[in-house]
T-cell receptor, first 113, second 112 residues
Framework: KAGVTQTPRYLIKTRGQQVTLSCSPISGHRSVSWYQQTPGQGLQFLFEYFSETQRNKGNFPGRFSGRQFSNSRSEMNVSTLELGDSALYLC????????????FGPGTRLTVL | GENVEQHPSTLSVQEGDSAVIKCTYSDSASNYFPWYKQELGKGPQLIIDIRSNVGEKKDQRIAVTLNKTAKHFSLHITETQPEDSAVYFCAARPNNNNDMRFGAGTRLTVKP
């Protein structure tokens, strides 16, 4: 069974730009969660999507948004990039979200210059 | 909300020794406690998990214990090997949502 895939793996942007990251969950998994990982703040929950609906949201500004498609693939978007948005963005999929194990993808390393 | 604290932040052991990493959580509604291993350049990999209705779980050289009263859980790795070297994260998740809260991580180094 293929694992969680994320594209692109690496991305360099400049302040003020916007970026879209993509995540394909494990086949059959309907829940996709996004996390931001930085050396200073560690792993922080961004949001979770289940059956095309945002089910939970972490404490991030509105510049961070996401969506999920009918095939469970998910995208997250960050608008008006700031230097502090430089991080590893991780996507995790699970069968149904709550009460299910989460499996992480390799992440997208975003650098904002 | 949930707050997870993890200790120690770094741990160095000799090959063959045991390693123990400890976490505490604050939200008594948390009922799912996974442990992840993250190697350089990779995403976290689930290595073991425990639910609040169980006190201990073991999988070969890895075990996790949970004390619900004290709100702490621990990861035990026996007979450590150099390939166990990585960053380990504990996490806690409440029953009513998927907002997983992670500890700050422990960098484990196993010296051959």
């Amino acid at each position: 069974k293929a694992g969680v895939t994320q594209t692109p793996r690496y991305l360099i942007k400049t302040r003020g730009q916007q970026v879209t990251l993509s995540c394909s969950p494990i086949s059959g998994h309907r829940s996709v969660s996004w996390y931001q990982q930085t050396p200073g703040q560690g792993l922080q929950f961004l949001f979770e999507y289940f059956s095309e609906t945002q089910r939970n949201k972490g404490n991030f500004p509105g510049r961070f948004s996401g969506r999920q498609f009918s095939n469970s693939r998910s995208e997250m978007n960050v608008s008006t990039l700031e230097l502090g948005d430089s991080a590893l963005y991780l996507c995790a999929s699970s069968f149904q979200g709550q009460q299910s194990e989460q499996f992480f993808g390799p992440g997208t390393r975003l650098t904002v210059l | 909300g949930e707050n997870v604290e993890q200790h120690p932040s770094t741990l160095s052991v000799q090959e063959g020794d045991s390693a123990v990493i400890k976490c505490t959580y604050s939200d008594s509604a948390s009922n799912y406690f996974p442990w992840y291993k993250q190697e350089l350049g990779k995403g976290p990999q689930l290595i073991i998990d425990i639910r609040s209705n169980v006190g201990e779980k073991k999988d070969q050289r890895i075990a996790v214990t949970l004390n619900k009263t004290a709100k702490h859980f621990s990861l035990h790795i026996t007979e450590t090997q150099p390939e166990d070297s990585a960053v380990y994260f504990c996490a806690a998740r409440p029953n009513n949502n998927n907002d997983m809260r992670f500890g700050a991580g422990t960098r484990l180094t196993v010296k051959p």
